[in-house]
């Protein structure tokens, strides 16, 4: 069985050099499976809003989703540290509700930590956060809830104005008090230079190989997603087949007659 994580494991490992797991969960079951399977960190993203509810985007979550799902992970009770997401609108607004909405996510949800996008933007917002002893996870690069400025999911750092803002935010974040950050989507080279240059552990996705851990949506891994998968994912198992052929199963033997079966009834 292993040990119960905590922060201070992210930054022991960074500095010995064992990469850190991170994998998205929304519910009860899926955190119980990859928590035995020995994950590092679970995120409660806000990704949930894409794979779980539909939507087309992470905008439209609400502190209400994202609280009823940490809760559903929590009841697992994981191994793994786990980091809510401040869904879109709980933080942007003012430093009070940002603390508010951390503080919700912690106390109502059960997660030991929160993310928030951003760089030098919402430096004084991780302060915030953290000077409540909240630990704070960073996430910059190509960051979901910034859709519709960066005009679409577009590789974010390219050139070497890109490139240089990104560093700069990876600074605030760090010097704001966060004790990890996302790259996500931002070219390798560059996360390379992150990774070096910051003491916090980085955690990419779509970022190369030279971060300190990786992230991945649990749907995206599981092949749970048909309708689209990033150049960064990938699939360790094929699972939208298996279920499909499960549920056609399920409805010949009813429509057939053959479930239930004696052994499936009670007398
Ligand atoms: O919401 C999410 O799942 C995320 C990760 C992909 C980093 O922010």
Do not use: W
């Amino acid at each position: 069985m292993h040990k119960a994580k905590t922060v201070l494991d992210f930054h022991r490992m960074k500095a010995e050099g064992e990469k850190i797991t991170v994998l998205t969960s929304y519910d009860f079951p899926m955190t119980g499976l990859i928590d035995a399977a020995g994950i590092d960190m679970i995120l409660v993203g806000d990704s949930v809003g894409v794979v779980v509810a539909g939507f087309d985007n992470t905008l439209p979550v609400t502190m209400e989703d994202m609280i009823y799902h940490t809760r559903a992970v929590m009841r697992a009770r994981p191994k793994a540290f786990v980091v809510a997401d401040m869904p879109f609108l709980s933080y942007q607004t003012d430093l009070n509700s940002a603390r508010l909405n951390a503080g919700l996510l912690i106390k109502d949800g059960g997660a030991a930590a929160v993310k928030i996008e951003g760089g030098v933007n919402v430096a004084e917002t991780i302060a915030a956060i953290t000077a409540m002893d909240i630990p704070v996870m960073g996430h910059i690069g190509l960051t979901p809830q910034s859709l519709h400025r960066m005009g679409g999911y577009k590789v974010q750092g390219k050139g070497d104005a890109q490139a240089e803002k990104l560093i700069e935010d990876a600074r605030a974040v760090e010097a704001a008090g966060a004790f990890a950050i996302v790259l996500e989507g931002i070219p390798m080279g560059l996360a390379q230079r992150i990774t070096a240059e910051l003491t916090i552990p980085t955690i990419g996705i779509g970022a190369g190989p030279h971060c300190d851990g990786q992230v991945l949506v649990i749907h995206d891994i599981l092949g749970l997603c048909s309708k689209y998968s990033p150049k960064f994912v990938k699939r360790y198992a094929e699972l939208a087949p298996i279920i499909g052929e499960a549920v056609a199963n399920y409805i010949a033997d009813v429509k057939g007659g053959t479930f239930p079966e004696e052994r499936h009834c009670f007398k």
